[in-house]
């Protein structure tokens, strides 16, 4: 072997026991190895051998969960992706991970694709998301559709987001917004639910919050208003006596209104009072005349007082039937607002929907024996194929005689 093959030979052997090392000859797309000897928030420094040296961004060696998947005294394999000027390397993971993950993300925000990112912190104004490995900005508007006091609430959840701005270069400008997912979702729910929408339809929902005059419920993709009357049969002073925001609640569509406005191009009203069994529909068997009942007085007027029996059924206390043996010019001279009570029932109008009773115990005495005379013809049997109808009726003409 002459001198030239030996220097050959030798350095064939010295490249390929040092591949990896890095010098002035390394070029972008070529291997090297080394091992990190210092990690900062952002990047990761990579001793070359002799005085070569290499970064890497910290990003591109952190898993889906914003880890990395390195520690100083590792020994990691790279790709050249471009010299710096002060002569180290810029360098690319061995699966040149940064570089594709870049080239994904460019994909998703021309195309309008949502991608998954892991909040992991609280910002200034918003919050911090990883995305393939990329540290990204959500502004808190863009967090949710619904205002979110406390953003905290987010770190660590793994979530759907829209790329809203990217910019290229040494570190990726990312902003995202999971806002605009979520409005799309809720178009298709909207779409979806519209097929179905129509008057008695019975629906699932979310209470989103509550008004003085009601309470607004998600419909999944529409919202709906549920008025202070329709929340139950008996009086509500608001809506939050009965429900709270975030709660579940099944509903009654009872009419859908179109309107002008393209962003809510209906509007639905609901009703929980639908739903409910009406009280009044016993009423007349609960509450017959000449019977005695308890109730607690709900409000006065001029003309009486209101009495709350059960839920969802009140009677009136006329001004002239408060029974006091002296003449009464308003209620509130012998009654007031949540005093319990005993009175009589004089008349039931379930058309009306009116019940009226009295505290003269002279008037009660005489509707009583009317209500034992129905007990006792009710409680004979029939007589000759005739019912009660027929019994009282014999009874008429005989006493008719």
Known sequence: MNDSNDFAALLAEFDQSHQGTADQAAKPGDQVKG??????????????GGKAEGVMDAASLRDAEGQLSVAVGDEVTATVAGVEEDGSLRLGNQQSRHLHGA????????????????????????????????????PASQIDIRFIEDL????????????????????????????????????????????????????????????????????GGLEGMIHISELA?????????????GQPLEVSVLRI???????????????????????WAEAAQKFPVGSRVQGQVTRLQPFGAFVELVPGIEGLIHVSELGTGKR??????????GQAIEASVLAVD??????????????????KPDLEAM???????????????????????????
């Open 35 to 48: 091992r990190v000897v210092a990690i900062t928030e952002e990047q990761v420094f990579i001793d070359l």
């Open 103 to 138: 080239a994904e993300l460019e994909q998703a925000y021309r195309q309008h694709m949502p991608v998954q990112g892991r909040v992991t912190g609280v910002i200034k104004g918003g919050v911090e998301v990883q995305v393939a490995g990329q540290r990204a900005f959500c």
């Open 375 to 401: 007990a006792t013809t009710a409680a004979k049997p029939a007589e000759n194929g005739m019912g009660s109808f027929g019994a009282l009726l014999k009874q008429s003409l005989e006493r008719g005689r």
């Open 152 to 219: 905290n609430e987010f770190v660590g959840q793994h979530l759907d987001f829209r790329i809203t701005k990217f910019e290229g270069g040494r570190h990726l400008n990312l902003v995202v917004s999971r806002r605009l997912v979520l409005e799309e979702e809720q178009r298709a729910r909207a779409e979806a639910l519209r097929a179905n929408l129509k008057e008695g339809a019975v629906l699932t929902g979310t209470v989103t919050s509550l008004q003085d005059y009601g309470a607004f419920v998600d419909l």
């Open 350 to 367: 379930l058309e009306k929907r009116r019940i009226s009773l009295t505290l003269d115990e002279a008037k009660a005495a005489e509707a």
């Open 257 to 279: 209104d179109k309107t002008d406005n393209p962003k809510r191009p209906e509007k639905i009203a609901l009703s929980i009072r639908a739903l409910a069994r009406d009280p």
């Open 328 to 337: 009464v010019t308003h209620p509130q001279e012998v009654l007031g607002p």
């Open 233 to 245: 049969f008996h009086r509500v002073k608001h809506p939050s006596e009965i429900l709270s925001v």
